[in-house]
């Protein structure tokens, strides 16, 4: 068993008003993996959508990605918390499926190395929840 700390040393220059942190060399590998997930092969996907919605739809599912999972399960409320919509935008569900899941997803399938479904769940007839269900292509 072994105990590190993820700072090694910090210091602070009273002239400019900044704290200097230098990290701990055990972190480098971790970094690097980081590194290696979000910027190197995904940048490139990412970097050709042209909506702000499909990066947040695809950060969202490769992130769970990552957790060997295939689905995930989100309240119309909490997904559009995650993608940054403001209360009272998109309250019709068919406008928030039109203007923001379809395009997303549309554009995460033509351009990315995944395919996503749109599952809905309903309560009588109202959508209440939404799941992504995705896979590599």
Request: aromatic share 14%; no cysteine.
């Amino acid at each position: 068993f072994e105990v590190t700390t993820f700072i090694s040393a910090y210091s602070y220059d009273a002239k400019s008003n900044q704290v200097l942190i230098e990290l701990s060399y055990r972190l480098i590998p971790f970094i690097l993996h980081i590194k290696q997930q979000y910027i190197g092969e995904r940048w490139k996907y990412s970097a050709s959508f042209t909506s702000s919605y499909s990066n947040l739809i695809y950060d969202i599912i490769i992130t769970n990605f990552d957790k060997n999972t295939e689905l995930i399960k989100f309240s119309l409320h909490e997904i559009k918390e995650l993608l940054g919509i403001d209360e009272g935008t998109y309250e019709i569900y068919s406008n928030f499926k039109r203007k923001v899941l379809n395009i997303g997803i549309s554009e995460i399938n033509a351009k990315s190395d995944i395919n996503v479904e749109l599952i809905e769940h309903k309560i009588n007839r109202k959508v209440e929840e939404i799941e992504f269900k995705f896979h590599k292509k």
